[in-house]
Protein backbone atom coordinates (compact mmCIF):
# COMPACT_ATOMS: atom_id res chain seq x y z
CA UNK A 1 0.00 0.00 0.00
CA UNK A 2 1.07 3.33 -1.21
CA UNK A 3 2.46 5.87 2.06
CA UNK A 4 3.33 9.89 2.08
CA UNK A 5 5.63 11.65 3.61
CA UNK A 6 5.49 12.66 7.66
CA UNK A 7 2.87 15.18 7.91
CA UNK A 8 1.72 14.53 4.25
CA UNK A 9 3.27 17.14 2.52
CA UNK A 10 1.93 18.19 -0.89
CA UNK A 11 1.96 21.28 -3.38
CA UNK A 12 -0.57 24.04 -2.22
CA UNK A 13 -5.00 23.11 -3.30
CA UNK A 14 -5.26 24.53 -6.64
CA UNK A 15 -1.73 23.82 -7.82
CA UNK A 16 -2.48 22.63 -11.68
CA UNK A 17 1.49 23.63 -12.97
CA UNK A 18 4.27 23.59 -11.68
CA UNK A 19 7.68 23.95 -13.68
CA UNK A 20 10.73 22.19 -14.17
CA UNK A 21 14.48 22.94 -15.12
CA UNK A 22 17.79 21.57 -15.36
CA UNK A 23 20.62 22.82 -13.83
CA UNK A 24 22.63 25.27 -16.40
CA UNK A 25 25.70 23.50 -15.21
CA UNK A 26 24.95 19.95 -16.97
CA UNK A 27 24.33 21.25 -20.43
CA UNK A 28 21.79 17.94 -21.20
CA UNK A 29 21.13 16.44 -24.39
CA UNK A 30 17.60 16.41 -25.50
CA UNK A 31 17.18 12.67 -25.35
CA UNK A 32 17.62 13.40 -22.07
CA UNK A 33 15.65 16.45 -21.48
CA UNK A 34 12.85 14.47 -23.23
CA UNK A 35 12.92 11.30 -20.71
CA UNK A 36 11.73 13.41 -17.98
CA UNK A 37 9.17 14.91 -20.37
CA UNK A 38 7.96 11.72 -20.74
CA UNK A 39 7.86 10.54 -16.65
CA UNK A 40 6.30 14.11 -15.93
CA UNK A 41 4.06 13.10 -18.31
CA UNK A 42 3.14 9.86 -16.77
CA UNK A 43 1.81 11.67 -13.53
CA UNK A 44 -0.03 14.60 -15.37
CA UNK A 45 -2.28 11.75 -16.82
CA UNK A 46 -3.59 10.50 -13.54
CA UNK A 47 -3.89 14.03 -12.04
CA UNK A 48 -4.69 17.16 -12.58
CA UNK A 49 -1.22 19.04 -12.42
CA UNK A 50 0.81 19.57 -15.50
CA UNK A 51 4.72 20.12 -15.87
CA UNK A 52 6.38 22.83 -18.16
CA UNK A 53 10.00 23.04 -18.44
CA UNK A 54 11.37 26.28 -17.97
CA UNK A 55 14.44 27.81 -18.52
CA UNK A 56 15.51 29.37 -15.27
CA UNK A 57 16.53 27.38 -12.84
CA UNK A 58 16.14 29.64 -9.60
CA UNK A 59 12.55 30.13 -10.00
CA UNK A 60 11.14 26.56 -11.06
CA UNK A 61 9.22 24.51 -8.37
CA UNK A 62 11.31 21.70 -9.46
CA UNK A 63 15.20 21.67 -10.06
CA UNK A 64 16.80 18.90 -11.94
CA UNK A 65 20.17 18.25 -11.85
CA UNK A 66 23.48 15.62 -11.81
CA UNK A 67 26.07 15.80 -9.31
CA UNK A 68 28.61 13.27 -7.91
CA UNK A 69 29.75 12.87 -4.47
CA UNK A 70 29.16 15.66 -2.15
CA UNK A 71 27.02 18.58 -3.85
CA UNK A 72 26.23 20.50 -1.00
CA UNK A 73 22.98 19.07 0.87
CA UNK A 74 24.22 16.60 3.06
CA UNK A 75 23.62 13.91 1.20
CA UNK A 76 26.43 12.72 -1.06
CA UNK A 77 26.30 10.43 -3.90
CA UNK A 78 28.32 7.16 -3.81
CA UNK A 79 29.29 6.32 -7.30
CA UNK A 80 28.52 3.63 -9.72
CA UNK A 81 25.16 1.75 -8.29
CA UNK A 82 24.08 2.07 -4.58
CA UNK A 83 22.22 5.95 -4.19
CA UNK A 84 20.90 6.54 -7.97
CA UNK A 85 18.82 9.57 -7.17
CA UNK A 86 16.94 11.45 -4.61
CA UNK A 87 14.04 13.79 -4.34
CA UNK A 88 12.92 15.75 -1.87
CA UNK A 89 9.49 15.87 -0.37
CA UNK A 90 7.02 18.67 -1.36
CA UNK A 91 7.40 21.68 -1.48
CA UNK A 92 11.39 21.85 -1.88
CA UNK A 93 11.36 20.33 -6.04
CA UNK A 94 15.41 19.55 -5.64
CA UNK A 95 15.60 16.19 -7.77
CA UNK A 96 19.17 15.02 -7.67
CA UNK A 97 21.10 12.19 -9.87
CA UNK A 98 24.16 10.71 -9.47
CA UNK A 99 26.42 11.66 -12.64
CA UNK A 100 28.37 8.40 -11.70
CA UNK A 101 25.55 6.15 -12.80
CA UNK A 102 25.68 4.79 -16.67
CA UNK A 103 22.36 6.22 -17.62
CA UNK A 104 20.38 4.73 -20.09
CA UNK A 105 18.14 7.87 -21.84
CA UNK A 106 17.45 6.09 -25.11
CA UNK A 107 17.21 2.32 -26.49
CA UNK A 108 16.80 -0.64 -24.23
CA UNK A 109 18.39 -0.94 -20.56
CA UNK A 110 17.82 -4.81 -20.16
CA UNK A 111 20.20 -5.18 -23.64
CA UNK A 112 22.65 -2.61 -22.27
CA UNK A 113 26.26 -4.13 -22.21
CA UNK A 114 27.15 -2.47 -19.09
CA UNK A 115 25.98 -4.61 -16.00
CA UNK A 116 25.59 -1.36 -14.04
CA UNK A 117 23.39 0.07 -16.28
CA UNK A 118 20.25 1.76 -14.91
CA UNK A 119 17.15 2.85 -17.07
CA UNK A 120 16.59 6.84 -16.32
CA UNK A 121 13.44 7.09 -17.15
CA UNK A 122 12.53 4.28 -14.35
CA UNK A 123 14.40 6.39 -11.66
CA UNK A 124 12.83 10.22 -12.84
CA UNK A 125 9.15 8.19 -12.87
CA UNK A 126 9.88 7.15 -9.01
CA UNK A 127 11.49 10.42 -7.95
CA UNK A 128 8.46 12.38 -9.19
CA UNK A 129 6.34 10.59 -7.26
CA UNK A 130 8.38 11.34 -4.31
CA UNK A 131 8.19 14.79 -5.60
CA UNK A 132 4.74 15.05 -5.37
CA UNK A 133 4.65 13.75 -1.55
CA UNK A 134 4.42 9.81 -2.01
CA UNK A 135 6.55 7.57 -0.14
CA UNK A 136 7.23 3.95 -0.54
CA UNK A 137 4.75 1.41 -0.97
CA UNK A 138 4.77 -2.18 0.10
CA UNK A 139 3.46 -2.79 -3.45
CA UNK A 140 6.40 -4.93 -5.29
CA UNK A 141 5.07 -4.03 -9.27
CA UNK A 142 4.66 -0.32 -8.08
CA UNK A 143 6.65 2.95 -9.26
CA UNK A 144 6.85 3.45 -5.57
CA UNK A 145 8.25 0.09 -4.24
CA UNK A 146 11.51 0.77 -2.65
CA UNK A 147 14.00 -1.42 -5.01
CA UNK A 148 15.27 -1.82 -8.60
CA UNK A 149 18.17 -3.27 -9.66
CA UNK A 150 20.07 -2.81 -13.00
CA UNK A 151 18.98 -3.07 -16.31
CA UNK A 152 15.70 -3.43 -15.46
CA UNK A 153 12.99 -0.82 -16.70
CA UNK A 154 9.63 -0.12 -14.84
CA UNK A 155 8.18 3.32 -16.10
CA UNK A 156 4.02 1.99 -16.17
CA UNK A 157 2.37 3.13 -12.62
CA UNK A 158 0.31 0.60 -11.00
CA UNK A 159 -3.28 1.36 -9.65
CA UNK A 160 -1.02 1.84 -5.92
CA UNK A 161 0.78 4.54 -7.13
CA UNK A 162 -2.28 5.93 -9.24
CA UNK A 163 -4.63 5.81 -6.36
CA UNK A 164 -1.87 7.26 -3.93
CA UNK A 165 -1.01 10.44 -5.92
CA UNK A 166 -5.12 10.62 -6.50
CA UNK A 167 -5.20 10.88 -2.80
CA UNK A 168 -3.01 14.19 -2.53
CA UNK A 169 -4.17 16.05 -5.71
N1 LIG B 1 17.16 6.70 -3.84
C1 LIG B 1 16.28 6.56 -2.74
C2 LIG B 1 14.80 6.57 -3.26
O1 LIG B 1 14.46 7.44 -4.06
C3 LIG B 1 16.44 7.69 -1.76
C4 LIG B 1 15.58 7.45 -0.58
C5 LIG B 1 15.78 6.56 0.40
C6 LIG B 1 14.36 8.08 -0.29
N2 LIG B 1 14.75 6.60 1.28
C7 LIG B 1 13.88 7.52 0.88
C8 LIG B 1 13.65 9.06 -0.93
C9 LIG B 1 12.66 7.89 1.40
C10 LIG B 1 12.45 9.45 -0.39
C11 LIG B 1 11.95 8.84 0.77
O2 LIG B 1 14.05 5.72 -2.85
S1 LIG B 1 17.66 5.43 -4.68
C12 LIG B 1 14.72 3.43 -6.34
C13 LIG B 1 13.96 2.19 -6.01
C14 LIG B 1 16.38 4.94 -5.72
C15 LIG B 1 15.69 3.82 -5.47
O3 LIG B 1 18.70 5.91 -5.51
O4 LIG B 1 17.96 4.35 -3.80
C16 LIG B 1 14.43 4.15 -7.46
C17 LIG B 1 16.11 5.69 -6.84
F1 LIG B 1 12.78 2.48 -5.56
F2 LIG B 1 13.76 1.43 -7.04
F3 LIG B 1 14.61 1.51 -5.15
C18 LIG B 1 15.12 5.30 -7.72
CL1 LIG B 1 13.25 3.64 -8.60
ZN1 LIG C 1 21.30 16.02 -3.56
ZN1 LIG D 1 12.16 6.09 -3.31
Same mark, same amino acid.
Request: charged share 20%; proline share 4%; glycine share 10%.
Given at each position: ?39 ? *? ?16 ? =? ?17 ? =? ?16 ? /? ?10 ? =????? *? ?11 ? /???? /?????? /? ?22 ? =? ?9
Amino acid at each position: HYTFFDGKPRWPEGTTELTYAFDPGNNLEDVVKNVFARAF *SRWSEVTTINFTETTSFS =DADVKIGFYTGNHGDGEPF =DGVLGTLAHAFSPTDGRF /HLDGAEDWVASG =DVTTA *SLSTAVDLESVAV /HEIG /HLLGLG /HTSVKEAIMYPTITAKTRKVKLMD =DDIAGVQNLY
